[in-house]
């Protein structure tokens, strides 16, 4: 059965994306997993938002007391790594994806304070992270994000084979954007032992295409409702 991961909590009901209320649709939703990002504020607050600009400011040049002010003002909440955490734990399973590199021993202490191995995994376009993360506790699941939206022929030709990349950072898994899906890149994964997370995947017709490819293993998707309806009517048929 493939797995449905809701984008940003249920990102496409939910009025913000990235909230404890998004979150929470999700899981009511009765979806498997729940994906979120990770930034660093200017004051070294870990805080769950997924764009690099805040309000048109550098997340990393504000301060989370000034980015939570701003957001208030909008009716909504910025909501500390924490605060995630303790929402999930023992609801849903977590997949988080880690922006930027540099504070990969914190997050570790975090997750062994308030998670399971089983509760989660963690994930970034950025190979360090993945490699920091597993040097400073093997057992902790990490997975490799591919699909820039801006890249070289080289980067992208490495994304289609990411074989070397893959072992090289100790990832268990990948999760590619769905255009990467070609060149027999679900056979090569699956022969190699890499469980595959595709992204993000909101037309009922791409998921239909998906779910009949024998060996994928999620789908990750601002629309889960749409997505487990889907699977609904699949295995039906």
């Not at 032992?193 to 037309?203: A, I, L, M, S």
């Amino acid at each position: 059965m493939v797995k449905v991961i809701a984008h940003r909590g249920a990102s496409g009901l939910a009025d913000v994306e990235n909230t404890l209320e998004s979150f929470e649709l999700a899981i009511n939703l009765g979806c498997d997993m729940v994906e979120f990002d990770i930034r660093k504020t200017m004051d070294n607050v870990l805080i769950v938002i997924h764009d690099p600009d805040f309000e048109g400011i550098p997340v990393k040049e504000q301060t989370y007391q000034e980015m939570e002010a701003k957001a208030k003002e909008k009716g909504y909440h910025i909501p500390l790594v924490e605060e995630v955490l303790k929402l999930c734990k023992g609801r849903i399973f977590m997949d988080i994806e880690v922006k930027e590199t540099g504070y990969e021993f914190r997050l570790v202490k975090l997750f062994k304070k308030y998670l399971d191995y089983n509760e989660y995994s963690v994930k970034s376009f950025e190979d360090p992270v993945p490699y920091k993360i597993k040097l400073l506790d093997p057992n902790i699941t990490t997975g490799l994000l591919l699909g820039y939206n801006e890249d070289t022929f080289q980067r992208r030709f490495n994304e289609i084979f990411p074989g070397r990349r893959l072992k090289a950072c100790n990832a268990d898994f990948v999760s590619p954007y769905w255009m990467l899906m070609r060149f027999g890149f679900l056979f090569r994964m699956r022969h190699a032992g890499y469980p595959v997370y595709v992204w993000t995947v909101n037309k009922k017709k791409r998921m239909k295409k998906l779910i009949k490819k024998k060996g994928l293993t999620g789908i990750i998707s601002d629309r889960p409702d749409i997505l487990i309806d889907v699977l609904k009517n699949s295995n039906d048929a």
